[in-house]
């Protein structure tokens, strides 16, 4: 696989505790340089990053992150201030603990309030795999799907793991067809980006595969 068809999935991301505006604005000018999909970034610089981006690329970022623990009310209102602020896509954590007490109709509810909240935009919904069993996982993939959100995610990348390729097939092969599979979290080679597209996954979260493309140390998300 080339390069560019692997840079072209990935959601170039900065999601740490310190990021500043110098930082979030480098990785917007390298994602724009390198055809990424779009640039995942806190919910604080998200109007900054589209007004300086503009249409050249799409600003994504993170609801209830990275615990998913907010109430839903909660994690509805920073949707739509986030999307009000400019953000095109959104990236949602669910609550882990609803899922271990088997609270399926909670989550299902919580995902489709926020999915009607995007108004129609991309909606990826995290559900933290390495703290879930393959049961868990399976359900989560029948949630997701009946929500009529756009994409499930592996990962926050601030857990105990990130995407494996087992996870990857496992969603693909359990999810609705319009449902597709983004991997995050660890991915720390071209090698590993290229075996968990084949895997499955349509879009990467990471910061690494930038970096290493433009000859630097592969270091970060």
Known sequence: MENQDILATVDHTLLQQTATWEEIRQVCDDAVAFGCASVCIPAS?????????GNRLPVCTVIGFPNGYSTTAVKVFETKDAIANGAKEIDMVINIGWAKDGRW?????????????????????????????????????????DSGADF??????????????????????????????KA????????????????????????????LVNGQQGTGY
């Open 45 to 53: 610089y998200v109007k900054q990053a589209a007004d300086y981006l």
């Open 105 to 145: 109709d909670d989550l299902l509810h919580e995902i489709k309030e926020i999915k009607a909240a995007c108004g129609g935009l991309i909606l990826k919904v995290i559900v933290e795999a390495c703290l879930l069993t393959k049961a868990e996982k399976v359900k989560l993939c029948q949630i997701v799907s």
């Open 152 to 181: 499930i995610k592996t990962s926050t990348g601030f857990s105990s793991g990130g995407a494996t390729k087992e996870d990857v097939a496992l969603f693909q092969a359990n999810v609705a067809p319009h449902v597709k599979v």
């Open 184 to 211: 995050a979290g660890g991915i720390a080679a071209l090698q590993d980006a290229e075996a968990l597209l084949a895997a499955g996954a349509c879009r990467l979260g990471t910061s690494r595969i930038v970096k």
